[in-house]
């Protein structure tokens, strides 16, 4: 690196606010907070933060940062090298977390996570959610098992308003917290130059979260940000609108290329408008496409999705499909491996 670069890259740094923006969040919680705090992964600087508002609460930081032995000033959080699995600390009425599982594209980038959920192709939005419910599921108990009953997860966590986010919620909610959807707060911020997402969520022991309504939220998040009159939607929005308003699968096929699964397509009614179909197909090379038909022209619909399996043999000589049950639902494959 040369010395533009090096000062390019000191710029950029100090332009980070990721504690600042967090701090501030929390700030906005703090109806949340007991007498005994607990912060994971989140740095000194954001404990001494809640030291400062809360100077009578006992608050604890585990942090890589912190040095065995060193000298605590009066007030000051008490700083432990060490991780929610491995620390014996007993219960607080509070935990902040910047969570550390690897979410959406850190499993690639640090080398972390090698059992990180890999799905098949057809393998729609809910049903990766819970994929990642399941991987999540040995991190979210370490965090509950250091809450008292009653008290609260105040979790920060790095993704996108998506499905890795969902399943995380998911998680939190299979170990018996409660996750209010309607208050997960978006968090942009700068970290280490570079712009950062985080979600800012919220779950409380000893009760239990609306499943249907989380579900709903996040998908309605994701419907109010896209071109819902769109006639025809590609890629993450295909799939979100399926998943979101599709009834029944009146025609459906999976895909092969020899013994191995390349995709699916299919028919499906609308859920919401009796006069709308959906032609949907998730096959592998190509982006998901969704294209909305009026009811009348089912026949020629499925017609059309008939050719399109012999274009697809067309093209490999190897290529069969098997016509899927009428109550799959797509959702319902299994990862790879």
Known sequence: MDITQAKASEKNTTNDNITEKINRWLDRKKDLFGQKILCIGTGAETARHLAHIFPRAS???LTEDAVSGAPQAPGDPLLIHGDAKSYQGGLFDT????ASSPLKGAAAADGAGADFPVWERGTLYLRRASLLMDHYEEEMQ?????????????????????????GWCLAA?????????SDVRQIQCMEKGRRQVLQGVCAREG???DIGALLASNLNYSLDRMNTAAEELQGRDAEIMLQADAASLLRGYHIYQGAELKGKMGVYASA??????YYFTDVEGDEPYLKRFHTDDRDKLIRHMVGELHRQKAVGKDISWKQLELQDDWSETEMDG
């Open 95 to 98: 935990v902040v977390a910047l």
């Open 272 to 277: 919401q408008r009796p006069d709308v179909l």
């Open 142 to 166: 370490a965090l509950r098992r250091h809450l008292r009953q009653g008290g609260s997860l105040l979790s920060i966590v790095r993704s996108e308003h998506d499905e890795y986010l969902l």
């Open 207 to 209: 009760s239990r979260t």
């Open 59 to 61: 608050i604890v930081c």
């Open 173 to 181: 909610a299979a170990e018996g917290l409660a996750v209010d959807a």
